[in-house]
């Protein structure tokens, strides 16, 4: 972590969902990120309460929700990730905003909602009938697709390229973009840690 984060990126991701990580993990890579100028993202296991604020309480700035099929979800999501007045996000005092809390704790709340992102991930057929009004939820930030799942929902597993399934994403992004959201690879630039380390292992090998 810390040798990819002295490379000047703009953000890390922690994999919540697939990868391992424990409470402690994911705290201290959030340290790493925030020491190196990165923003530490996590995609949660779920969109549950709990689990949005033990994230959240770890450190990490942006939450990705997986598996979001209806606009209650999303809403929930919005109301698990921000304080009053967008949402309902619970204070414990956790990091990164444990040694604030003697201080201005409105404007501090505050702060803590310009400073976090949302994005929900669509991954299912049902998501994807649903996306306009997912979209239109204020405290949504920004869209992705989860492909593997996605395509195995519409009738092709192991097939993210497959025409139906590119047709029916594009179908999508255009109906979230007609809303004012982004999707995820609009402005991010995404590169998986198993494929830098492959990359860099056969360059230095070939060298």
Not at 84 to 107: K, V
Not at 125 to 151: H, K, Q, T, W
């Amino acid at each position: 972590m810390e040798i990819v984060a002295a490379t000047g990126i703009d953000y890390i991701y922690i994999d919540g969902e697939h990868g391992v990580f424990s409470g402690a993990d994911i705290e201290a890579a959030c340290i790493v990120a925030e020491r190196y100028g990165a923003t530490p993202v996590a995609r949660v296991p779920d969109g549950l309460v709990p689990t949005i604020t033990h994230f959240l309480d770890r450190g990490v700035r942006g939450i990705v929700v997986p598996h979001v099929e209806t606009e209650e979800q999303a809403r929930a999501a919005v109301a698990a990730t921000y304080f009053a007045p967008l949402g309902r996000r619970s204070f414990g005092g956790g990091r990164p905003y444990a040694h604030l809390r003697t201080g201005d704790l409105t404007a501090l709340l505050a702060e803590a909602n310009e400073e976090v992102s949302l994005s929900v991930m669509i991954e299912s057929e049902e998501g994807l009938r649903n996306i306009s009004a997912i979209a239109s939820v204020p405290g949504v930030d920004y869209l992705s697709f989860g492909m593997m799942d996605l395509c195995q929902s519409l009738g092709h597993p192991g097939n993210p390229k497959h025409p139906d399934v590119v047709k029916a994403v594009q179908v999508a992004s255009d109906q979230a973009r007609a809303k004012g959201k982004p999707i995820r690879e609009d402005f991010i630039s995404v590169a998986w840690i198993n494929d830098i380390v492959l990359a860099g292992l056969k360059k230095i090998l070939d060298a």
